[in-house]
């Protein structure tokens, strides 16, 4: 117990000397800043890189086709698994260093600055993994969908963009936010090329003091905030596109069909087909029927 105790006032002291500030990005709270702002950013440009080669990797292709786009299509789709798989298949840390360092050492060109590398790196790794991501979500759809599209004249172009992504988004809502948790984690790997993220400063905070445990506990619990805030902010945005879980099928309309109509969730029984609105409707009726008997 006493190690905890001692444990608890090393990480109190870390904090109060090196917390910095969150808006001049300073300590630990700017390298917080610096990752949460890379992974929002690269997670953003990511997603756009992988609905790009998603759809362009689900663009059909028939026999009949003219031989140019048979060839094109067959060209991009080799080209987008090739990228998909040497950036699924390599560290991202690797990346880093073959991006920031390669460039200059092969065509002499420096970097703008190490934001611009650090954007770079995380935005075409993740844009790997939501390739695929899209294009498993493009195929959930249902292809009767697809069909009735094209039976109303509608393009591939307009297919995708009216029918098919807006319910692609939703099934691949979860794997969108999960690839940001996993980027709010994994930009620890970009201090390789000098940016300063919030893991950065932890190995600066150790060359200084040699306190070693006592900031990666620091560290442990910043990044678990994190991603439990992303992670809550998700499931609230995936309750917002579900909308409302509440509907009612009741019509006033006497041709209507009255068996089936469901109030959801259900109110009464499982057994009970009707809803509460309309068992109450039906008992003022019989009240006031009664009352005009009596009468």
């Not at 949460?36 to 009949?64: D, E, Q, S």
């Not at 789709?77 to 460039?103: C, K, S």
């Not at 109303?152 to 809502?173: S, Y």
Request: with cysteine.
């Amino acid at each position: 117990m006493e190690r905890f105790i001692e444990l608890g006032q090393e990480m109190a002291l870390l904090w109060d000397n090196y917390k910095g500030s969150f808006f001049l990005g300073s300590g630990y709270l700017g390298g917080i800043r610096n990752t949460l702002v890379l992974a929002v950013v690269a997670t953003l440009i990511g997603c756009i890189i992988g609905f790009a080669c998603g759809v362009l990797n689900t663009i059909p292709c028939a026999k009949n086709d003219p031989p140019v786009k048979r060839f094109l299509v067959k060209l991009i789709r080799v080209v987008v698994r090739v990228y998909v798989e040497v950036f699924r298949g390599t560290p991202m840390v690797l990346q880093a260093v073959f991006i920031y360092y390669g460039l200059p050492y092969f065509w002499d060109v420096q970097w703008p600055s190490v934001w611009a590398a650090a954007i770079v790196v995380v935005s075409i790794n993740t844009g790997a993994y939501m390739a695929e991501s899209v294009r498993g979500g493009i195929i959930s759809i249902d292809p009767g969908q697809t069909e009735g599209a094209k039976a109303i004249g509608m393009t591939h172009v307009q297919t995708m963009t009216n029918v098919i992504l807006p319910q692609a988004i939703r099934n691949i809502l979860p794997q969108i936010g999960n690839n940001f948790i996993i980027n709010i984690k994994d930009t620890s790997v970009m201090f390789v090329i000098t940016f300063a993220e919030f893991f950065a400063f932890h190995r600066y905070i150790v060359g200084v003091n040699n306190m070693y445990f006592p900031s990666a506990a620091i560290e442990m619990i910043g990044y678990l905030t994190m991603t439990l805030i992303a992670s809550i902010l998700l499931r609230w945005m995936e309750r917002r596109m579900d909308g409302s879980s509440n509907y009612e099928l009741v019509q006033d309309d006497a041709l209507t069909m009255t068996a089936g109509t469901y109030n959801f969730p259900n109110k009464g029984t499982p057994f009970d087909e009707q809803s509460k609105e309309y068992r109450e409707r039906k008992r003022q009726e019989l009240k006031h029927g009664r009352s005009r008997g009596d009468r």
